[in-house]
């Protein structure tokens, strides 16, 4: 309340240094920063908590652009707070290599929480966000110690809320009753369709209710401050409820285009621009320019909020008199470290051990390490039975008030929510205090394909447990057999693949996935049993490819993943006593890893001078790589019980035994076979 | 209305014929089969219009199955109505090469119109269907011809409620005001993790009404046969929108575990089934036992179907008099045949022509050909201006109250909705009708990753305009830029990629994705403008990779696709000028196209005796298959002008060109180089 013209004059700097950063680089969206200035100034100031020189502060509230192609509005806010974003870096707006890229990128830019842009994933990783503080919260306060209270708000476009995994993410959100998020709709009626009424007529607010959101509208966003201040004071009074704001605004508001989707996407015209500095008081010959005022007014919030940051850390170092243990916990979290020797509960297994499935063995391992890792958050797309997800004493993450768990709890229900829980763990990494693991079938990871890109892109450490890894889940058939799955995911830069072949291999796997900090993992992992194999251990497993079995004099390399390995080393036996061949054999549980291996050792596990042949029940793609032959599928799969299955594909020992005898016949005569592992040149990494 | 005890002998027999396959099988899904039975009798038997002996039948109503676990149910309704599925083919459900598979598919079992199993696909499949429906009626219904006029019933479940797909689909479909669409949500609380209560507790009925649908409840689907037949009814009448059934069901109804998840995922035990065929009046002692009763009455019900059709026919002999035109193109479409000659519209250029970015090149194709294949229908998620999907004088498929188009019009705004787009054209394609194609930027064609599978797996003809195919399209950044997309799609079996390189090239894709019947392509499109190459010919490029550019002696083949194909020509030069070295080119522009030829002419595009070095923008994996070495990029890419982009990561000539020398130096002692395509075995497809 209390608005003078020194708000408006700091709203249309926003405006007026969105219009002049993408004039300037020729390229971007100033409609939505133009539009949202009013929210965003009346927010920042009157609301949010942070400090701009750490931007790290466990307590900060955070704030995420899901519109990202509005960012021009967040970088204006992030430089004349004062954050490391300078105006130069606003001038070099979408230019390579800047820290002003077309979208969010967190990695990148001081004070981006999460990487933003594809629509839909940034209300679903505030949906994220805001699960990590209740869970913290639940965790770490004490009574006289709020450690954690902060909010989580995010800014949406009608583009998000038309994406499916914003309705899968803001429905579980409702149902957490998750009171410490607040979003805020710019209800501008335009997309670059042009008016929203060509696609969109639902009635969001209706919609939302029915998520058990509280809903709350600002009829004018362009011009009522103090009604977007109320709006959100409500929506904090709103404890047991996310809340949304459906703020009506103009798009573009001041450009000649204003409220047309003109604005949406393209830099305004020079005289559109200079009208609009006209209008706004501004000289329309200078660009990037900020009145000094206005630096004033926002570094004298930043420094409320540095003071905010001081105050915090006296009450955690009391915190951490009075809870010593609780503390180092929160502060070896914070580094993303995990504690000391937590890796020797992790269960080992000689060849005597009875076959099991890899699921159930990643169950044993979530379940010996889970006390030792106390920031494992774990949950499953409504699949725990089958994923096997959930260690025994787990509590569910759920509100108290559905006497089903409470927010303390470390196992989240997701429902059959796929992209949203790739897309909420994103948020859950974001936070700073949790590591995030789920499950759902290997073959529905693809649902969660746009969230697992920006695990990828954005470096956060995720797991997922993929299970019912291939054809040999059986009877379900075609429709939930991954063929393309690892080639697709195996493609997307800085993310691991894993397929582990037994009880070493899985705990190997969960080894690496969790101590990659900057590296999102998918665990793929069988329905059916697998034997403990002669020559696995979590040594050589985490190297991502390593000798299983060696044979002097060998003719033939075959290169397996996961439950493929079992059936070659039955195949070297078939080998050696039908066709007098020595095969030695390789397990590759991760590519990916084991490509970050030294050239030396990765040709002492594919040599050269010797054929070599990968066996995996689904697509050969990317095999090239690393061996001479492959024996895949490259089409789909067929419901049977499991065993079945593999004979009808003939993946069976005579079946790759078969394989293994044209390979050698037809790599006879080419003198000095080299490994595929030798290169004319680098690739570009 | 007057329901009798032969009306709940038939329910009971869906439900013990349920229970004994899937305990035969000792596996599936008897859960959802015995809840739904009742309303699946009402349905099938009082309101659907079907011919079991001809199950093409245009104006039959469509029914799917978006629960698809609970195929049983369906299973059993083909065997009573007298499909071509015999008590043998339900004895053998999840068997190896039967046509009950675990999840129903479309392409193997008479009488399913869609592949589901994937939850949300069916219910938005089903959007799909019923817009094809409203458009085919649009179309050719004239005056005393009511042609078509059939309904789409749908069945899902609460996994597919909870799916973002679903919620994308359905969000459109009252947008669009489907009255000819009725699901039935069998509301029985339960999922896999248990009750729905657990992640579930949204307020389904007001999500729909937001959405814009007509909401009915019926309190006991377990026993009120008139109430189900009056909320069916109503949902008849109410025209101007789509309807759903809240059906409250008790999952497993005669199981001693009714209304737990126990019934939901697995077989009944002996002493269960024993209890419940005595309950119900069965022998226990006989198994897939079927009354004559029911039988009889079933069989009635499909008479009623084929004289129905009979009428049909005649009324469609009547409307082939006195609309010859119309009948034909409806004949004709329905047998997926393109008219003769279409072809000739499909632009040609020549080395004089501008240069021009490959979406535009792609809107050209649209224009020129729309008018001779009046079957199809675009549309684009909310990038119309961007994907140039659009042809000029083309009329929105709107509800005419709109005032925004008609149900005849040709293209769909879909809003920004590309995974329930994905699934609503696999929907439109299986009507039998419609051609569908439809935009999005390629790197979101993967949050459709789900239906892009359906679609391979169901063999429907769909086709993606997937624009800004790489870092080529600049200043958006890494957050847009596709890296991995294409190796994913490519490694998905039955799936085109297309990747075309300059105008003759585009118009090739279209050639072969237009007359693939079975087959769903991607033609990845580039921003940026590219020349129209030498030696590119639509006949060439209609076999998916060729040679563009040959030359005697060779040192190397440089192989490419799109937007980098013209930049290897530049390489050739600059490695002419400045190395000494003789480069010939090869455009690839769809691997899978490239690989039905004959081997013969694959060795003659990539032969034997000289090195060869790929190079795309994106992720290598996959390229390995048909060069020696590799320029690509297996990283994220940067934000910035496209050409600022390109410089950083060296494609250029000059980048190509030190890549080339690096692998003409690397194999030049190797005798008798190999071509990759020489394999030691085939593959299995």
Redesign the interface.
């Known amino acids: 309340m209390g608005y003078t013209e020194k708000d408006w004059l700091a709203i249309n700097t926003i405006r007026v240094l969105a219009a002049d950063a993408t004039f300037h ?1 020729n ?2 969206h100033p409609g939505a920063p133009m539009g949202m200035a009013p929210v965003a100034h009346v927010l920042f100031n009157k609301f949010m908590k942070f400090n701009p020189k750490n931007p790290k502060w466990l307590n900060r509230d955070r704030f995420v652009l899901s519109n ?2 509005g960012c021009m509005l967040q970088y204006a806010l992030l430089h004349l707070f004062g954050y490391e974003l300078s105006i130069d870096d606003l001038k070099a707006f ?5 820290i002003t ?3 969010p ?1 967190a990695h990148d830019t001081p004070g981006i929480e999460v ?6 994933q940034g209300i679903s990783n505030a949906v994220g966000l805001a699960i990590a503080q209740a869970h913290t919260a639940a965790t770490f306060n004490k009574d006289a110690f709020p450690l954690v209270d902060n909010y989580t708000y995010c800014f949406l476009g ?3 809320l ?7 993410a803001c ?2 959100a ?2 957490l009753q998750l009171g410490n998020l607040i979003a805020v709709w710019d209800d501008n009626h335009i ?3 042009g008016d929203t ?11 939302y ?4 959101w509280h809903v709350v509208t600002v009829d004018d966003g362009d011009h009522d401050l103090d009604g977007i201040e109320a709006a959100i004071q409500a929506c904090k009074e709103a404890t047991d409820k996310p809340s949304i704001i459906a703020l009506r605004t103009t798009i573009g508001f001041g450009s000649k285009q204003q409220g047309t989707h003109g604005v949406h996407g393209s830099p305004l015209k020079a005289d559109d621009i200079k009208q609009l500095k006209e209008k706004f008081g501004f000289n329309p010959e200078e660009s990037f320019a900020v009145p000094q005022d206005v630096y004033d007014a926002y570094h004298k919030h930043a420094a409320e909020g540095a003071a905010a940051e001081e105050e915090w850390n006296k009450l955690f170092a009391k915190y951490a008199e009075a809870y010593p243990q609780e503390a180092a916990d929160l502060s070896r979290r914070l580094k993303g470290d995990l504690p000391e020797g937590w890796e020797k509960n992790l269960p080992v297994y000689t060849p005597s051990d009875a076959a099991v499935a890899s699921r159930k063995l990643s169950e044993t391992v979530l379940s010996k390490i889970e006390a030792a890792l106390p920031e494992l958050l774990g949950g ?1 797309a ?5 994923n096997l997800t959930r260690w025994k004493s787990a509590v ?1 993450f ?1 509100p108290p008030s ?1 006497g ?1 768990g409470d927010y303390a709890g470390r196992y989240v ?5 796929e ?2 829980m790739g897309a909420i763990m994103n948020g859950l990494a974001a936070y700073g205090t949790i590591l995030p693991y789920s499950g759902t079938f290997l ?2 990871v ?2 969660a ?2 969230a697992v ?2 695990s ?2 954005s470096q956060v450490r995720v797991i997922w447990v993929a299970t019912h890894d291939s054809i040999g889940l ?7 057999q991954p ?2 799955t690892l ?8 993310c691991m693949v894993w397929r582990p072949a037994d009880g070493n291999e899985t705990s190997a796997s969960y080894y690496v996935a969790l101590t990659s900090k900057h590296t999102p993992s998918i665990i793929a992992l069988s329905r059916q049993n697998l034997p403990q194999l002669e020559g696995s251990i979590i040594e050589k497993g985490i190297k991502g490819g390593y000798v299983l079995h060696e044979v002097e004099n060998a003719d033939i390399t075959l290169v397996s993943t996961g439950s493929e390995v079992c059936i070659c080393i039955d195949a070297v036996k078939y080998l050696a006593e039908n066709h007098n061949i020595k095969a030695r054999v390789v397990s590759m549980p991760c590519f990916e890893v084991f490509d970050a291996q030294p050239q030396e050792y990765r040709l002492s596990v594919l040599p050269d001078g010797i054929p070599s ?1 990968s066996v995996e029940v689904m ?4 095999w ?2 690393y061996t ?9 799969g ?4 499991y065993k ?2 593999y004979k ?3 993946f069976t020992p005579e079946g790759i035994a ?2 293994a005898v ?2 050698v ?3 006879k005569d ?3 076979i ?1 490994s ?1 592992l ?4 680098k ?3």
């Not at 067929?638 to 019980?641: F, L, P």
Request: hydrophobic residues 30%.
């Open positions: 680089s390229s971007g990202g192609h979408r230019t390579v290599d800047s890229p077309g979208h990128e990487t933003t842009g594809p629509l839909g009608d583009g998000c038309m994406e499916g995994v914003a309705s899968e429905s579980l409702g149902h997309s670059i369709d009424n060509v696609a969109f007529t639902e009635d969001v607010r209706k919609r209710e029915a998520y058990g499953s409504d699949l725990t039975g089958s569910d759920q559905t089903l229900r997701y429902g059959v929510r992209h949203g073959n529905f693809s649902y394909a746009g890109r920006l990828a892109l059986g009877e379900d058939g075609p429709t939930h063929i393309e080639a697709h995911f195996r493609a997307l830069p800085n042949l697509s050969t793609m990317g090239e790589r001479h032959e492959q024996f895949g599928l490259n089409r789909f067929a419901s049977g019980a079945d299955v009808k594909f003939e078969k394989r044209a390979t016949d037809f790599w080419v003198p000095n080299r595929p030798n290169r004319a040149f690739q570009l990494i």
